[in-house]
T-cell receptor
Framework: DTAVSQTPKYLVTQMGNDKSIKCEQN?????MYWYKQDSKKFLKIMFS???????INETVPNRFSPKSPDKAHLNLHINSLELGDSAVYFC?????????????FGPGTRLTVT | QQQVKQSPQSLIVQKGGISIINCAYE??????FPWYQQFPGKGPALLIA?????SEKKEGRFTISFNKSAKQFSLHIMDSQPGDSATYFC???????????FGKGTRLHILP
């Protein structure tokens, strides 16, 4: 049983398009996150939600909009895609806010913008 | 400003040897220091973590050594195995922020 799942696993699209990445966790966790991992493997947090409420919003372009329909889902919508958006995007979840809770990562979505 | 500096960028170790990865941090307020392991095509997974009130934590073949005064911590993998070949990330965070700052990663390769 997959704890944190993401779809799609691969996404190839052209500049200017709008795309969404979906994330679901079946761990009953209250907090979910989106991370971006660039080509050099650098991993950086983008957003976190706790019980559908935005907690962390790093300096991410407003072309990126997370949406949490319920606490088991956190989707990432990206408008007007740019070449620099190419990366692997990871969803993660944890039991609650506060770092005493381990974060569980999904398998990642590799986004390629051409 | 890179708040967590990790070295080396890549590391090759013979099977059975000791793998050592070092990290240094800048923010003295950090209070949680996890290490994550990432295999190709997979998401990172928590390997071991330490808080600054202890100087060492050991779990099986994996040990974190923590030096609060030097603002440094390291991961030691004893009796390294080919299955340990992965990218390792050190990280630091403030519990109240719920935000993990990752190092740039170390690609570890264990020779069979």
């Amino acid at each position: 049983d997959t704890a944190v799942s993401q779809t799609p696993k691969y996404l190839v699209t052209q500049m200017g398009n709008d795309k969404s990445i979906k994330c679901e966790q079946n761990l009953g966790h209250d907090t979910m996150y989106w991370y971006k991992q660039d080509s050099k493997k650098f991993l950086k947090i983008m957003f976190s939600y706790n019980n559908k409420e935005l907690i962390i919003n790093e300096t991410v372009p407003n072309r990126f909009s997370p949406k949490s329909p319920d606490k088991a889902h956190l989707n990432l919508h990206i408008n007007s895609l740019e070449l620099g958006d190419s990366a692997v995007y990871f969803c993660a979840s944890s039991q609650g806010t506060g770092l005493s809770y381990e974060q569980y990562f999904g398998p990642g979505t590799r986004l390629t913008v051409t | 400003q890179q708040q967590v500096k990790q070295s080396p960028q890549s590391l090759i170790v013979q099977k059975g040897g000791i793998s050592i990865i070092n990290c240094a941090y800048e923010n003295t307020a950090f209070d949680y220091f996890p290490w994550y392991q990432q295999f190709p095509g997979k998401g990172p997974a928590l390997l071991i973590a330490i808080r600054p009130d202890v100087s060492e934590k050991k779990e099986g073949r994996f040990t974190i050594s923590f030096n609060k005064s030097a603002k440094q911590f390291s991961l030691h993998i004893m009796d390294s195995q080919p299955g340990d070949s992965a990218t390792y990330f050190c990280a630091a965070s403030l519990a109240r922020d719920d935000k993990i700052i990752f190092g740039k990663g170390t690609r570890l390769h264990i020779l069979p």
